[in-house]
């Protein structure tokens, strides 16, 4: 095992979080920002043969992916099971070894060491819980026995170990508070301006999408954005693909965020049965720094979240974020949290996700409106300013 080294004098945070860490954009700006204000910060995550082991990455923030073990690999749940299982076994090793100040579990199934940290060393512990797992429908994947023990371990340990808790929106906030009596902060899932250049790229990845785009704005298209993986579940795709029909042939949709090409081409097949493959077209997941730069080709962005669970209800999606630091206007479903900030700012159009004929009206008689709040919400919504919340956290716990 490759030991960490430890600045002198600096507190010592450990985080964790089950996944490989290829593009859990959260963690990394919460790790990278404690690592840039002086704090010592290790993140463990699971291991994969084609990802590195050991990295330092951001502000020097240092990232182990640990090599897990499963004898039996089928069936998979059941091998996950034994992965998770040697991933708290590792994890607590290493955590002797470091002995942090501060544990940052990242939702539920890191809890176990951060209550292992603070019974063996006094660390304190900090929830950054990004769902709402006392829905049990949210938990859907698993049964009913395992839904009620994960809600019920949550719950217990958030009352009886944590020290400060994060969450994503201000209505999940007040729905833990209701259950725990602990009162969460809120820190928001926005992306970090400092990821993006305002040199204009060049680089394949850009050229590729930017010509494409040129080529249909030359065509007289009129550009709709999705950015997000996962488009088929809760994400308004049957609510997207009846827009389009009530608007003109020249309204095109782009997705951006498809996770591979499996996932494209299910997209493309329901598409095709829905009599619309000739009006969308899905791409792989873009880097932010190369979105952000194609700006200027569209004309809305989606943010269509269903209320299918409560953590989808009164979520804030990043993508929601991201439109608004690219200066697009938002179409976006009725959701509370959503709305209310979509509605502050002025900086786009309310979807009923039941009534596709009204948006498109709506869409098309908005016309050029420039949303004159859009560059206020580019100013007030950062994570220059949510990063201060976080840091302002850390500095009350020591």
Same mark, same amino acid.
């Given at each position: 095992?490759?030991?960490?080294?430890?600045?002198?004098?600096?507190?010592?945070?450990?985080?964790?979080?089950?996944?490989?860490?290829?593009?859990?954009?959260?963690?990394?700006?919460?790790?990278?920002?404690?690592?840039?204000?002086?704090?010592?910060?290790?993140?463990? $995550?699971?291991?994969?043969?084609?990802?590195?082991?050991?990295?330092?990455?951001?502000?020097?923030?240092?990232?182990?992916?640990?090599?897990?073990?499963?004898?039996?690999?089928?069936?998979?749940?059941?091998?996950?099971?034994?992965?998770?299982?040697?991933?708290?076994?590792?994890?607590?090793?290493?955590?002797?070894?470091?002995?942090?100040?501060?544990?940052?579990? =990242?939702?539920?199934?890191?809890?176990?060491?951060?209550?292992?940290?603070?019974?063996?060393?006094?660390?304190?512990?900090?929830?950054? #819980?990004? /769902?709402?797992?006392?829905?049990?429908?949210?938990?859907?994947?698993?049964?009913?026995?395992?839904?009620?023990?994960?809600?019920?371990?949550?719950?217990?340990?958030?009352?009886?170990?944590?020290?400060?808790?994060?969450?994503?929106?201000?209505?999940?906030?007040?729905?833990?508070?209701?259950? $725990? $009596?602990?009162?969460? /902060?809120?820190?928001?899932?926005?992306? #970090?301006?400092?990821?993006?250049?305002?040199?204009?790229?060049?680089?394949?990845?850009?050229?590729?999408?930017? #010509?494409?785009?040129?080529?249909?704005?030359? /065509?007289?298209?009129?550009?709709?954005?999705?950015?997000?993986?996962?488009?088929?579940?809760?994400?308004?795709?049957?609510?997207?693909?009846?827009?389009?029909?009530?608007?003109?042939?020249?309204?095109?949709?782009?997705?951006?965020?498809?996770? =591979?090409?499996? /996932?494209?081409?299910?997209?493309?097949?329901?598409?095709?049965?829905?009599?619309?493959?000739?009006?969308?077209?899905?791409?792989?997941?873009?880097?932010?720094?190369?979105?952000?730069?194609?700006?200027?080709?569209?004309?809305?962005?989606?943010?269509?979240?269903?209320?299918?669970?409560?953590?989808?209800?009164?979520? @804030?999606?990043?993508?929601?974020?991201?439109?608004?630091?690219?200066?697009?206007?938002?179409?976006?479903?009725?959701?509370?949290?959503?709305?209310?900030?979509?509605?502050?700012?002025?900086?786009?159009?309310?979807?009923? @996700?039941?009534?596709?004929?009204?948006?498109?009206?709506?869409?098309?008689?908005?016309?050029?409106?420039?949303? #004159?709040?859009?560059?206020?919400?580019?100013?007030?919504?950062?994570?220059?300013?949510?990063?201060?919340?976080?840091?302002?956290?850390?500095?009350?716990?020591?």
């Amino acid at each position: 095992m490759k030991k960490h080294s430890i600045m002198q004098n600096k507190k010592k945070v450990l985080m964790a979080v089950c996944n490989f860490f290829t593009n859990d954009n959260r963690v990394f700006r919460a790790a990278d920002a404690l690592a840039a204000n002086g704090y010592d910060v290790l993140l463990l $995550t699971y291991h994969r043969d084609d990802l590195k082991e050991h990295e330092t990455l951001g502000h020097g923030f240092h990232l182990h992916r640990i090599p897990l073990k499963a004898k039996i690999n089928k069936p998979a749940r059941f091998a996950n099971l034994l992965k998770y299982i040697d991933f708290k076994r590792k994890a607590k090793k290493i955590a002797a070894d470091y002995q942090p100040d501060i544990v940052h579990c =990242n939702d539920y199934s890191t809890l176990f060491l951060g209550i292992y940290c603070k019974q063996k060393y006094g660390s304190k512990l900090v929830y950054d #819980d990004h /769902e709402y797992f006392q829905d049990l429908n949210y938990l859907h994947r698993y049964p009913m026995a395992v839904r009620k023990y994960i809600a019920r371990y949550e719950r217990n340990t958030i009352k009886q170990w944590i020290d400060k808790m994060i969450v994503v929106s201000p209505g999940i906030a007040e729905a833990y508070e209701k259950l $725990t $009596t602990k009162k969460p /902060e809120v820190v928001m899932n926005i992306t #970090d301006r400092a990821v993006i250049s305002e040199e204009t790229p060049r680089n394949d990845e850009f050229n590729t999408y930017n #010509d494409y785009l040129t080529g249909l704005k030359k /065509e007289g298209k009129e550009l709709l954005l999705y950015i997000g993986k996962n488009f088929v579940r809760g994400r308004g795709m049957d609510f997207t693909i009846k827009l389009l029909k009530h608007l003109p042939e020249n309204y095109f949709l782009i997705i951006f965020g498809c996770s =591979n090409d499996r /996932e494209i081409n299910q997209l493309r097949t329901i598409f095709k049965e829905r009599g619309v493959d000739d009006r969308i077209k899905a791409f792989k997941f873009v880097e932010f720094s190369n979105l952000y730069h194609l700006k200027d080709h569209f004309s809305y962005g989606l943010s269509l979240i269903e209320p299918i669970y409560f953590s989808y209800n009164y979520s @804030l999606p990043n993508k929601l974020f991201e439109y608004i630091m690219m200066g697009i206007p938002v179409i976006a479903s009725d959701i509370p949290e959503q709305k209310r900030v979509v509605e502050q700012y002025g900086i786009g159009l309310i979807a009923d @996700l039941k009534t596709p004929e009204l948006t498109a009206r709506q869409l098309q008689e908005t016309g050029d409106n420039t949303f #004159d709040g859009m560059e206020k919400a580019r100013k007030e919504l950062t994570w220059e300013n949510e990063k201060q919340k976080l840091l302002r956290i850390y500095t009350e716990l020591l």
